[in-house]
């Protein structure tokens, strides 16, 4: 039995292929400076505005 190069390639592709990029597009988004301290004052500062 053979494989045909469509399937070949279905069986080695990433199923969460899309994910991966959607990911990779958010990597640069955040400055070098940003800090979990001040993103975590940020988000509170916007909750309490709600």
Do not use: C, H, Y
């Amino acid at each position: 039995m053979s494989i045909t190069a469509t399937e070949l390639k279905t069986n080695l592709s990433n199923p969460f292929q899309e994910r991966v990029d959607i990911a990779k597009s958010l990597f640069g988004i955040f400055p070098n400076d940003a800090s979990l301290e001040q993103a975590k004052e940020e988000r509170l500062l916007k909750n309490r505005r709600k």
